[in-house]
Every structure is written in C-alpha cells, then in structure tokens.
C-alpha cells in the first residue's frame, strides 16, 4: 500500500504550504482519503477528509484556512495550508478515510511541517 506524503517544510506564521500525498490506486479507487497529523508529543488526528462526490469536512482547527482536493486520475491528495499557525506544527500524513484503529494502522511516509512564530 503505497502512502506517501510531501511538501513539508518550515514556514513563518502567517505562510502557506501545499502538501501532496501519491497513494496506490487501489486505495484511493476504493477508499475517501484524508489528511491527519500528529504534533510533537501529541495524538494522530484527522485534518481534513474527502468522500465520493467531492465532499468535504475539516477539524474545526483547519476550517477557513485549509483545502483539501484530489487528483483521481493521478491517484493524487492535496491539503492547501494557508495562515499557518505554530500550533499547525506536526508531521502530516494521507490515508484512506475513515481509519479503523489508527494505532495499528498501517501509515506511509510522512511529512513534517513546522511553523514558526
């Protein structure tokens, strides 16, 4: 299962990133795809999610600054992160949507996005 997020990076407060997930056909034929991250010390969580038909629902902590949107033909996942705040700060990761038991999940590579203040 191919997993695969990019476009971390360290960012100013304020700044704007854009990451990019590649995931495997088969996962993203068959599964919604969200964006979640886990800060320093902190729990997974999800950020973002989008369905069948494009539907979209965000954390309350992403709303108004965040968009996530799919590339279906290329098996791509995008999250357009902008305001960025240094509580954003955490390594971002793309997976199917929803996850069952993130603890033993399986997680890709992931992608660290740090916000300074």
């Known amino acids: 299962v191919q997993l695969q997020a990019s476009g971390g990076g360290l960012v100013q407060a304020g700044g704007s990133l854009r990451l990019t997930c590649s995931a495997s056909k088969r996962v993203f034929s068959m599964n919604g795809m969200g964006w979640y991250r886990q800060a320093p010390g902190g729990q997974r969580e999800l950020v973002a999610n989008i369905v069948s038909g494009g539907r979209t629902t965000y954390a309350d902590s992403a709303k108004g600054r965040f968009t996530i949107s799919r590339d279906i033909t290329n098996n791509k996942l995008y999250l357009e992160m902008n305001n960025l705040k240094p509580e954003d700060t955490a390594v971002y990761y793309c997976?199917?949507?929803?996850?069952?038991?993130?603890?033993?999940?399986?997680w890709g590579q992931g992608t660290l996005v740090t916000v300074s203040s």
């Open positions: 997976n199917k949507y929803p996850v069952v038991g993130m603890a033993r999940a399986h």
